[in-house]
């Protein structure tokens, strides 16, 4: 597991929004994109911008990341163990 | 050190045996749906081949080094016997019966007089020796261990793949190795050493092959297990030769010189030293001949054989030829650049291309490309008879191959390819009729793909027109440098010609010059106007009126034809000749990079003609503005490019007839201005001076976070940067308005005001890793100064412009910088080709799917919207949409 950071990273200009989707989001998702959530892109559980989130295995997260070409744009990885 | 290579990988570098070892695949045959296939590879076995095996596959036991008899005919049982192979035309092979290129050729075999080590499994052999007791021939390890190591190997291979197996194992057989009791029968251990490449010594003492095999045929095959070899397959015993394979005749061809003399195939004479060797020991042995003439003709066959396997062991002396040059055996075959894998397998040859200098050619199209007429007569395409193309092929192949157009090959409806000469012509032409093919030259307007290295992007190989020009090289339209990064100062470049109708058609959509305009990178035209182009379309549209007589003459001079644009004017403006090229209908409003005395840049088309603004590099140049762009929008990829070339003709022609040279007047200043620069310079001496003494009074303030030199440094960089930028904007107010110089650099054809400036007043400070120079001596850059001089030319501050001429120092300092840059590019350019390399690779299979995700070939998700926001930048102008212009022409409609 990552060390605990002494400084809230969420508060940092690079970092963007982490969020958990909820299971009824996360079906949509899998639907809209007809895939399983091992198609998605990985998140590690012990990535630092999870810490304060309670995850698992198998959850979605929502990354809404500021773009040059796009203003906002939302990415999905899924939560892997390790 | 011991066990550099993995068993699996010696064992598929050596001796591969394929279907001996298979498991017989005889219900895979039963349901095979298609006939076509005739047996299906299972599986492929890699091993190594036993003494057994190799008597098994082998049809001939060697045992002479004769090669021929007196009639030149193969001596049975020798090197060369029939049996093996047959590489003379006359001769039939006397295991399959089958002549010269039907006959595969067959293994032979040799009885060793005594074992020998095989070089290629030298370490593995340690490897084993040293891990294994000298007694009873078990692992160094104990009983109850053997079992639960194996299970430990197999869980890390099943869950991490064979290479973490193989580390692993490595770590095990290293612990192994310092053990000096075996667990099981108790005796001591020896330490083993090998003096390279093959011989192995016990505390000093040597142990001979013959008893390296025995103690390795007690390894037992439980313990094979552990070492990853599977006993089924590979004995250790088999590393050390007791028989060794002859291969085929026909993988050693000999050559017959002109002479008639033979000269045999390198393998072929190492087999004879082998063979040779191998019986005098025989004899010798027999003989009951000392013991040390044994050894020394034991180790002598021990040398060839390994030289045989390879001849660039490190510690032997390589093989040679009577001429002194080594020979090439097994591993140099396959080996490195030239080997069989880099050279022939991996290599990939085409037919039907053309390789040769380039040069430019402004007054071809841009969609075309010169080549010489000895190159198109040895270019073909395979043109299908046909009762309407009859008499055109006819007439060609009636001039055959050497006169232009004509043809080099027909080929008859069953395959057979038939060459045209002076002899066969008249027959060829008789029986030349439908469903024939005829090889015909290249000729103007075929289809043919262009090419330079590196390929980089899609643009690097576009599909162009031929045009068979006289002269040796291929010509180009410099237009289209840009997208193939050419020019023309020893650049090579490939040509190919598609062979079907298929290749043709896709070349011909997808890759031909109209079609890669418009760049996927930022969605501007790549192809624009060049150097002359642009600084004659510059003048042409700036200022310059001709008469009608004129103007006609020059449109026409460029090529164009279509005059019904030119205005009927008596007298025409520069800027009427230009909108003569340009459609009815077309508006724009853009801006141009030249700025007219009211500060304005706007540049404004209107119905099809140039009402206000001059064209440069902004307009026409490949990469920048909105022109081309529009044009390709509304009217198309072949108008865009007809158009790109009538610019660039125009522009070229315009040139030609005003006159355009670049002259050392053209850096002239008045003498107000001379000395105005002068003023600048002292001011900026004295304020160095006045910094410096601030500094060693120590009077001068700190930046934050700076040292006291570092803020002088930035000091002085700042004072001599506005006294360089000051020069620059004194030398571009005073020099001369119109002086071609500043007219390239203004149009942006070449060069900017800077490079002026320098030439003129001041080349400015020279900087290494971003500082003043500062290295050289102690204290100094050169020993011309004082130590310690922190004065702007004593740290690299060139004061001179090239025009009058740089001091010694000064010049020591530019070549400085000259070099660092030279090395710079020359250590930068390989580091960002792998890097590009390795993007592409990682990337190459990603594909934007119809939900506009990005995927990979699995399916996995890259992207979830392609580039962010969906957007395709070749659809888009300079990677944006144009929404009032969409909405504009919407309404309009």
Redesign the interface.
Known sequence: MAKKLNFDLHKHALVPKHAKCSDAEKKKILKHYQISVYDLPYIRKSDAALAEIDVKAGDVIKISRTSPTAGEAVYYRCVINE | MADENPEEKIAVIEEPSEELTLPKEEAGRVDMPEPSVHRKVAAIQFSVLSPQHIKKMAVVKVVTPELYDREGYPVDGGLMDTRMGVIDPGLVCRTDGKRLKDCPGYFGYIELARPVIHLKFANLIMTLLKSTCRECGRILVLQNKVTSLNADLEKIEKEEGPEARRRVLKDLIGGMKTATKCPHCKAKQIKITIDKPTTYLEAEKRINPIEIRVRLEKITDEDLILFGMNPKFIRPEWMVLTVMAIPPVTMRPSITLESGERSEDDLTHKLGDIVRINQRLFENINAGAPEIIIEDLWDLLQYHITTFFDNSVPQLPPARHRSGQPLKTITERIKSKEGRIRHNLAGKRTNFSARTVISPDPMIKLNEVGIPLVMAKKLTIPERVNVWNLPWLKKLVELGPEKYPGANYIIRPDGKKKKITDETKEASLEELQPGYTVERHVQDGDIAIFNRQPSLHRMSMMCHRLRVLPGKTFRLNPAVCHPYNADFDGDEMNLHIPQTEEARAEAEFLMEVQTQLISPRYGLSVIGCVQDAISGNYILTKSLKFSRENAVDLLLAAGITDLSRLSRKQEISGKEIFSALLPEDFNFTGHAKFKDETGSDEVIIEKGKLIKGVMDRNLLGEGSGLLLRNIHKRYGKDFTINIIGNMFRLGIETLARHGFSTAISDTDLPAEAKQKIQDVFDKANRDVTDLIASFREDTLEAFPGKTKSETLELKILEVLNKARNVTGQLVSEHASKDSHTRIMAISGARGNLINLAQMAACVGQQALRGKRIDQGYYDRTISSFRKGDLSPMARGFVAHGFKNGLTPAEFYFGSMTGRDSLMDTALRTPKSGYLYRRLANAMQDLKVEY?Y?V?DS?????Q??Y?????DVSKSEK?QLNIKRIIRTVLSE
């Open positions: 939900d995700t995927r699995g399916g996995k998700i890259v979830f919207l580039g962010e926001d969906g957007m990677g």
